[in-house]
């Protein structure tokens, strides 16, 4: 209808609606928080940082996945069994308890950060598999430490270059993946902090990777797997995060091509 916005976007947090005319938004500002730390990022309790500039020395973080206990489900856009698998911003506390939780947080945010748009979460990792899956969830921590889930994903190696053409990795060798998770509106409120939980398994939401070459429904074999994510100069893990300014943030970029490399190897 000739008058009409384009498109209406509710944004969560305030819980508005507001107008908009194109898709994704053109004043979007892409802006990666770094990870970081002293190779103890495990658990909520770890020592796990985002930064807003890029991290030279920085020690990796490993963890072990095992497929036959994978990281259980909590929230997030799950499907039509509510009182078995409840939907939505669930709290993360119970999950960033476990050991195969990498948890990264930023300090508390001075002002309001909107994220509108398409969030990708760029990671060199490294695997003792010749294939498995690397997860990725964005969270709320509120100023009492509430952590609340905002949007996720996920990625199998196999399928990082294309998923018509699976290509598995050499084992205990760095690769740059990107994991989508999703698309959201949502505003960080002062005080509050960002939140990046990386792990292999968010199950039953997602399809739990064997750690095999064969396909699932053929394979009776589980295998555990040592994963590794790097995050120092030459590996510049990162979340991107579709900004929406009130004035451009620091390293923002309008074209998500700059902050969001294509995945090699």
């Known amino acids: 209808v000739n008058g009409e916005p384009e498109l209406h976007v509710f944004i969560m947090g305030p819980n508005v609606w507001r107008e908009e005319h194109e898709w994704p938004l053109a004043r979007t500002r892409y802006t990666p928080l770094y990870l970081s730390s002293s190779g103890h990022a495990n658990t909520a309790s770890g020592d796990g940082s985002l930064r807003w500039q890029p991290v030279r020395k920085s020690a990796p973080d490993t963890f072990t996945y095992d497929p036959r206990n994978p990281v259980p489900t909590a929230g997030g856009s799950t499907c039509c069994e509510p009182q078995i698998l409840p939907p939505g911003p669930l709290d993360q506390t119970r999950v960033e308890r476990r050991d195969d939780v990498l948890v990264y947080t930023s300090e508390p945010l001075p002002e309001e950060v909107e994220v509108t748009g398409p969030v990708r979460v760029i990671l060199y990792v490294s695997t003792s598999t010749n294939d498995t899956d690397f997860t990725a969830k964005l969270v709320d921590v509120q100023p009492q430490g509430r952590p609340l889930l905002v949007t996720d ?79 120092e100069k030459g590996y510049p893990s990162a979340v991107v995060l579709p900004i929406i300014p009130r004035s451009t943030p620091r390293g923002g970029s309008a074209n998500p091509e700059r902050q969001q490399p294509r995945p090699q190897g």
């Open 153 to 231: 994903g996920i990625q199998r190696l196999r399928y990082r270059l294309s998923l018509d053409r699976p290509v598995f990795v050499k084992r205990n060798t760095a690769y740059q993946i990107s994991v989508d998770a999703g698309v959201t509106s949502y505003v960080f409120a002062p005080g509050h902090r960002i939140r990046l939980e990386v792990s292999s398994s968010n199950f039953p939401r997602f399809d739990r990777s064997l750690n095999t070459i064969r396909p699932n429904g053929e394979e009776s074999k589980l295998t555990k797997a040592r994963q590794t994510v790097l995050h």
